[in-house]
C-alpha cells in the first residue's frame, strides 16, 4: 500500500521561509522521479518542482525558481522542498507524487497517488 505523507507546512509572513518533507512508503522511492505539486484556492493544481531518482534532473517552475530546493534522501525514502523568500501567492495545499519530469515539462505519473497535503499560508 502507497502512502505519501506531506508535513511541514504552517502559516509564514511574506519574506519567510519553510522546508517541507513527504515521507514515502509502498513504492520503490530510490528509482522514482519524485515530484511537488500545489493547489491554491480556486485554482488549477500546478507543479512546482521534480527530481528524478539520482537527483540529475531537476525542474523548477518559474514562478518558484531561485526560490524554491528540491531535494532527496533516498536512504529514508524522503523528499524535502526547502521554500525561501515566501510570497502571499504561494499560499496553497503542497502535495507530492510520483512524477514524470522532462525538459520543460513535469507532472504527476499516471499511477495518481496522493497523500493529505499540507497547508502553506503566506500573510502579506
Known amino acids: 500500500q502507497v502512502h505519501l505523507v506531506e508535513s511541514g507546512g504552517g502559516l509564514v509572513q511574506a519574506g519567510g521561509s519553510l522546508r517541507l518533507s513527504c515521507a514515502t512508503s509502498?513504492?520503490?522511492?530510490?528509482?522514482?522521479?519524485m515530484g511537488w505539486f500545489r493547489r491554491a484556492p480556486g485554482k488549477e493544481r500546478e507543479v512546482v518542482a521534480g527530481?528524478?531518482?539520482?537527483?540529475?534532473?531537476?525542474y523548477y517552475s518559474n514562478s518558484v525558481k531561485g526560490r524554491f530546493t528540491i531535494s532527496r534522501d533516498n536512504a529514508k525514502n524522503t523528499v524535502y522542498m526547502q521554500m525561501n523568500s515566501l510570497k502571499p501567492e504561494d499560499t496553497a495545499v503542497y502535495y507530492c507524487?510520483?512524477?514524470?519530469?522532462?525538459?520543460?515539462?513535469?507532472?504527476?505519473?499516471?499511477?495518481?497517488?496522493w497523500g493529505q497535503g499540507t497547508q502553506v499560508t503566506v500573510s502579506s
Open positions: 527530481m528524478s531518482w539520482s537527483g540529475s534532473t531537476i
Open positions: 507524487t510520483l512524477a514524470y519530469c522532462a525538459g520543460a515539462v513535469c507532472y504527476p505519473s499516471a499511477r495518481d497517488y
Open positions: 509502498g513504492i520503490t522511492f530510490s528509482s522514482s522521479t
